[in-house]
């Protein structure tokens, strides 16, 4: 009998992160300072990092070492294991092999600790005690918090309000772990109540979230700001995923994937299990890497590539991505971690330069898609990962209509244990499809800055 | 640097379950007829079960093989991984090794879907197309929805009405498998009319639930009963756990345990990981086997050993097992898995003949053990498998005191990914400690079935 489930020893976890900057076609574009508009001068970022991260923002080496305090911390649950798909195989017929990488394993149920763990840790050793931060599903919060409890540092979570009242149980659960939560946008800083003096009801956002623990950090002390996605040194350390992958692969006599699939947000889990493989992809034309979204907030396939903030503020430097314009509102789709108005300029570049494909859905078929998988391979995806495993089911479908034996691997980046409330809305027929006409996303884009879109 | 999860390869999923009967130091005493006392004819049970469960329920071999679909099925997740809680270790500072069996990692979250999985396929087997069964925390029915899921049986679940309250997400995650759930006491059933015409606002037991399910398996066509726990071929599917533990073990190069862990319910859990090593336990006196309760309803710990209905409407066989009484109405404790009033015929066994030793704890204590517990090893245990945890804690503090190097084992048989409410009491500081006077076990004792107890 075959194995369906390849573990690793927990020798095997990697000891460097992989830095795909290092193997680039080209060069990435610089972050830019909003001011003057010049590449950014690193120390900028000192007020709300700490050294360490800020050199891993800007590293241009191909490997970064794990710290030996992160590896033991990620020994908790890593190496987490790479599943074949057997049972959704047969249930759709396809000649394709699919496997996952079940990133659902870890304590906080997503890949999001495995940059949470990294950042507490440096952080600690830099002498900050507390760290602000913001949720959009509250994947990226609870694994702060687990993080934060790991290494002795306190926790405030700004929590995208739509989730929050959505999701009481992840509150719960940060709370487990110790931290402090607020819906935001909250009265605890200045971002906050400006916009709840125009909106005292407005129901959130990732940019929002971020311009508030932004500000917090920036005025606290002792206290440092952390990121659940987007910038590269978050990217870095998801790539553990990846390179786990890619010895499971040779460990179950597997050839390299065909396509390589993950849901994107800000672009982390996504990232963390394709980046690996773009030295593989730059040999193979073939192979394909694909992010999927919303249709409800569509960076990768209706956003341009332009300079623009990460956050709602505009207290971020400029980073060239893939953006639907720093004021855009997402409707509130329950994959909460898929309401970002950015992409990773990483994960944006690649997409630039042809190398990512990406696809859109509407939610209704993406939970069609998690019960579809709940009831063949019985874990139930988070919201977000079920846009992954849509596309994953799509392009099996592909292949049994060409009867190709294509390998279509994907990053089950997480559980949907806490997003039960978003699956009754499926099953009392309670969940809405969100278009976002033309006009609205043209009248987001207009407030882009003046920012020259970088060549190709 | 030494692995702290030990993972088995799926060939080493065990092929037979082990079924301890064939290694006591004497004979189980038997299920007897309530309506004459005799010994219950095994055909009395084909209304509600089917024949191979029935078999097995009977069987005194030591070795019953797993069918290649069962073992297909428990490939979605097993063997599940064993744990060195190195972290909980260092945090109490104890000489102490302690090792964990991660049930969570299950699609339903617990050890439940290793008896799920065996007792839908074998109903399959019979023809039977749906199931009714009860359930209390929740865990069971979960498991048994997702097996029926992968069976194609129709699935309904009777769930203890404070449950069917506190936990909102655990009747959504059974629907997700496509199980049909009602509260219990229900006006579904006879039992459950009768209950609600004497106490509306009934908070329900495991003993009213079972009630429910067996009068609603004799009433409607082709449609069986299903039990989580209690009977011994339950318990039997639950060997898996201790048998892949052993192999385990040897892989860690560590000795056999000095102290395993379980808490106790119904017993399938506690039985699943100790039952294989009894054979040890009889060769080695001091290695030490025990189960965990709640002081709200201590049947292991002040029932008497006595045969007893196995519900609360007097439907079941009496078994010989340590009980409160079939009319006892336990506390409404969070742990609501805990919440009945026998024990596993087998499990009671052990006990009474001095194999097992048992201990009750308050709820609030098992709960700053569960906090201790996320907050060192990141995972969030389910209020029931806290109990094993605060034992756990203890014995590791004992070690600490005498300088002991011991070996202690525990079950993590379920996540609290579903018992957030739970969490939330506690933290508010709305979590209550129920005492059970003697006076009203006495009375529920009182109402016992006039059954000599068997001797020891």
């Known amino acids: 009998m075959q194995d369906y489930i390849i573990n690793l020893s927990q020798r095997d976890i990697p000891n460097a992160w992989y830095n795909v900057v290092a193997d680039l076609p080209g060069s990435l574009p610089p972050p830019r300072n909003p001011a003057n508009g010049e590449p950014l001068d690193p120390s900028a970022l000192s007020r709300i990092f700490p050294q360490k991260l800020i050199e891993q ?51 906080a149920g997503s890949h999001k600790p495995n940059t949470a763990v990294a950042q507490a840790y440096y952080n600690k050793l830099a002498g900050v005690e507390r760290l602000a931060t913001e949720t959009g599903a509250g994947q990226w919060g609870s694994a702060l918090s687990f993080a934060c409890s790991k290494f002795g540092l306190k926790c405030k979570v700004y929590m995208v309000r739509v989730s929050y009242d959505q999701k009481p149980y992840r509150r719960i659960l940060m709370k487990t772990w110790g931290a402090d939560i607020v819906a935001s946008p909250s009265c605890d800083t200045n971002a906050g109540r400006a916009i709840l003096a125009n909106d005292p009801t407005c129901s959130g956002s990732l940019g929002i979230a971020i311009s508030e623990a932004v500000e917090d950090a920036a005025t606290h002390d002792h206290t440092n700001y952390s990121l659940g996605s987007v910038l590269n040194h978050v990217l870095l350390h998801q790539t553990v995923i990846g390179l786990e992958t890619k010895k499971q692969l040779a460990l179950a006599d597997e050839k390299l994937p065909d396509v390589i699939i993950g ?16 030295p593989d992809k730059r040999k193979n034309e073939k192979m394909r890497l694909l ?3 919303p249709s409800a907030c569509p960076s990768l396939t209706r956003g341009p590539y332009r300079y623009d903030f990460g956050d709602t503020a505009c207290t971020t430097p400029l980073l060239a991505m893939h953006t639907l314009g720093h004021n855009f509102m997402p409707s509130p789709i329950h994959a909460g971690g898929l309401r970002y ?3 990773a300029p990483l994960v944006s570049y690649l997409r630039h330069i042809g190398m990512l494909e990406a696809k859109a859905y509407q ?8 019960v579809m998988f709940a009831r063949t391979q019985g874990i139930v995806p988070a919201p977000e990962t079920a846009h992954a495993i849509k596309a994953v089911i799509d392009e099996a479908l592909r292949c049994k209509q060409t009867g190709k034996e294509e390998v279509i691997l994907f990053n089950f980046s997480g559980h949907g244990h806490f997003d039960m409330g978003s699956y009754e809305k499926y099953f009392e027929g309670n969940l809405t499809d969100y278009d976002l006409p033309q006009e609205v996303l043209e009248r987001a884009l207009a407030q882009l800055p003046d920012m020259p879109a970088p060549a190709k």
Request: glycine share 8%; aromatic share 12%; net charge negative.
């Open 57 to 107: 923002e800007m590293c241009m080496d191909r490997w970064v070492d794990i710290p030996s305090e992160v590896l033991e911390t990620y020994m908790l649950w890593r190496p987490s294991p790479l599943v074949r798909a057997k049972a959704l195989e047969e249930y759709l017929g396809t000649p394709a092999r699919i496997y996952f990488k079940n990133e659902a394993v870890s304590p």
């Open 363 to 370: 939610q209704k078929e993406v939970f069609d898609a998690a």
């Open 263 to 278: 849901c994107a947000g800000g672009g982390s889990n996504l990232a963390g299990l394709i980046f690996p493989f773009v």
């Open 341 to 343: 108005h950015g992409m």
């Open 291 to 293: 992010g999927v979204e």
